[in-house]
C-alpha cells in the first residue's frame, strides 16, 4: 500500500452515520490504500492525503501536513467552514444522483402532505370524524424554492411536472427551463410575494443564518387555499429562526411548518417542535446519505486526482458552499 492513507472522521452515532460502517465502505472501494479511522493514536499524521469527514471539530484535521484534499461526506460544508485551522487544500462536497433523488422525494412529499390536507386528514382520523374538504388542483398552489443549486432544481423540476406553479430564488443568477428565477437581494420580496409554500434548501453562511425570519414569513403570499402560508426546511438548522417560527405558527402567520433540521441536533426534549400540532418533524434525514454511493464518489475522485485530473464540486471558500 504505497499510496497515501485515507482517514475517515466520522462525529456522529446515529445508526445511518456509523464510523465503522464508512470504514469498511471505504476500504472495499480503496484496497490499494490504507483507510484509517479517526481518532488513531498509533498513526503518523504525515501518511495522511486525504480525509472522508462529517462534522470534524475545530482543529482535528490541522495536524495533517500532507493532506491533498478534504471529502465532505454530506451535504452541508458549514462544520468544515467553521473551523479557522482547517488545512487550506481543496475541499470538496457530496454530489451524487442518489443524494439528489432522496431530497427530491423529501421536498415532493412535504409539498403534498400540505398541499392534500394529511395534517387535518390524520387529525380527523384519530378524533373519527368524517368530514372531508373541498381538494383544490396542484396548480392552485405556488411553490417557492430558496436555493437553485442541484438539489433545488431538481425538486422545482419534480413539482412543476405534477402541476405546481413553481418559483425560485437563488444569491446569483439562475436560469432554469420553465422556472420563474429570482435573484439576490433585489429579487427576494418579489419571490416571496409569490410563494404559499416555502422550501429552504440553502447552504449556511454567514449571510443566510436565520433567514427564516418573521419578516420572510410575513411577505408570503396568502392567496391560496392553504389561506396561511407553509415553511418547508431541509436545509441548516441554522437557516431557521426557531422562535420566530413558533410565534408565526401560534399567531398565523404561518399555517403549518415541516422541519427536519434544527438548531441543536438532535432536537433536545423539551423543544416545543415536538409536540406543536402544525409541525411536521423529521429526524434530519431528508436525504439520508448512502454510504455505498458516496464511497464510490470520492475513490472516484481519489483515482481521477491521482491521475492528474480535475476535482468536482468543490467548495468555493470565499462564498461557504
Not at 413539482?159 to 405546481?164: D, E, K, M, P, Q
Request: hydrophobic fraction near 45%.
Amino acid at each position: 500500500m504505497g499510496k497515501g492513507t485515507l482517514a475517515v472522521l466520522v462525529n456522529s452515532a446515529s445508526q445511518n452515520w456509523l464510523p465503522s460502517r464508512w470504514k469498511a465502505r471505504f476500504e472495499a472501494e480503496c484496497p490499494d490504500r490504507r483507510v484509517v479511522l479517526l481518532p488513531d493514536g498509533a498513526l503518523d499524521p504525515a501518511e495522511v492525503h486525504y480525509a472522508a469527514v462529517w462534522k470534524p471539530n475545530p482543529g482535528e484535521l490541522a495536524a495533517f501536513r500532507n493532506l491533498r484534499v478534504i471529502f465532505n461526506l454530506g451535504a452541508g460544508v458549514d462544520a468544515l467552514m467553521a473551523d479557522r485551522s482547517l488545512p487550506d487544500v481543496p475541499l470538496v462536497r457530496v454530489a451524487v444522483g442518489d443524494l439528489t433523488d432522496r431530497m427530491t422525494e423529501y421536498v415532493v412529499l412535504h409539498v403534498l402532505m400540505h398541499h392534500r390536507q394529511e395534517l387535518y386528514l390524520r387529525e380527523s382520523q384519530r378524533v373519527k370524524r368524517w368530514e372531508p374538504k373541498y381538494q383544490w388542483a396542484a396548480g392552485a398552489l405556488t411553490v417557492g424554492i430558496m436555493g437553485l443549486g442541484t438539489l433545488g432544481a431538481a425538486s422545482a423540476h419534480a413539482l412543476r411536472a405534477l402541476g405546481f406553479r413553481v418559483v425560485g430564488w437563488s444569491r446569483s443568477e439562475k436560469q432554469i427551463d420553465g422556472i420563474a428565477c429570482f435573484h439576490g437581494a433585489d429579487g427576494l420580496d418579489a419571490f416571496l410575494r409569490r410563494s404559499n409554500i416555502l422550501v429552504c434548501l440553502l447552504p449556511l453562511t454567514p449571510d443566510t443564518r436565520h433567514v427564516l425570519n418573521r419578516d420572510v414569513f410575513a411577505k408570503l403570499n396568502r392567496d391560496s387555499p392553504l389561506g396561511a402560508p407553509v415553511i418547508i426546511n431541509a436545509g441548516r438548522g441554522g437557516l431557521q429562526n426557531e422562535p420566530d417560527i413558533l410565534r408565526a405558527l401560534d399567531d398565523g402567520t404561518l399555517g403549518a411548518a415541516s422541519l427536519d433540521v434544527y438548531e441543536t441536533e438532535p432536537l433536545p426534549q423539551d423543544s416545543p417542535f415536538w409536540s406543536h400540532p402544525k409541525v411536521v418533524l423529521t429526524p434530519h434525514n431528508a436525504a439520508d446519505t448512502d454510504a455505498d454511493a458516496i464511497s464510490k464518489y470520492v475513490a472516484a475522485q481519489i483515482t481521477r486526482f491521482e491521475a492528474g485530473g480535475a476535482l468536482e464540486n468543490m467548495v468555493d471558500r470565499t462564498r461557504g458552499y
